[in-house]
């Protein structure tokens, strides 16, 4: 069973930084990306960014262009979102997910139904 262990949310200011981790495990864990989706009250689940793991190759949300990264650590199955100049609009509850195969349709990586394992989520909550 593949785990995924979201950390480093929290409280922060408008303008301040953040960085996630999601810390993947599972005995024969590997995935073709991982992305990161956030939630905020009363609005659905949006997309925000993702990155294949081999290759490194990102995608973003126009909202987060720009602001935040995403990158990887093969060695440690571990993926970060590094968020800068955040806007009180970034509050939501953010989550990892995984893909295992390779997408037949490389758009739909911007689907959260096409990912395969979820973490449990770390709240991101921006102060204006």
């Known amino acids: 069973q593949v785990q995924l262990v979201e950390s480093g949310g929290g409280l922060v200011q408008a303008g301040g930084s953040l960085r996630l981790s999601c810390a993947a495990s599972?005995?024969?864990?590997?995935?073709?990306?991982m992305g990161w989706f956030r939630q905020a009250p009363g609005k659905e689940r949006e997309f925000v960014t993702a990155?294949?793991?081999?290759?490194?190759?990102?995608y973003y949300a126009d909202s987060v262009k720009g602001r935040f990264t995403i990158s990887r650590d093969n060695a440690k199955n571990t993926v970060y979102l590094q968020m800068n100049n955040l806007k009180p609009e970034d509050t939501a509850v953010y989550y990892c997910?995984?893909?295992?195969?390779?997408?037949?349709?490389?758009?739909?990586?911007?689907?959260?139904?096409?990912?395969?394992?979820w973490g449990q989520g770390t709240q991101v909550t921006v102060s204006s």
């Open positions: 997910a995984a893909r295992r195969e390779r997408l037949r349709i490389p758009s739909l990586i911007f689907s959260g139904n096409q990912y395969d394992y």
């Open positions: 990155i294949l793991w081999s290759g490194g190759v990102t």
């Open positions: 599972g005995r024969t864990f590997s995935s073709y990306a």
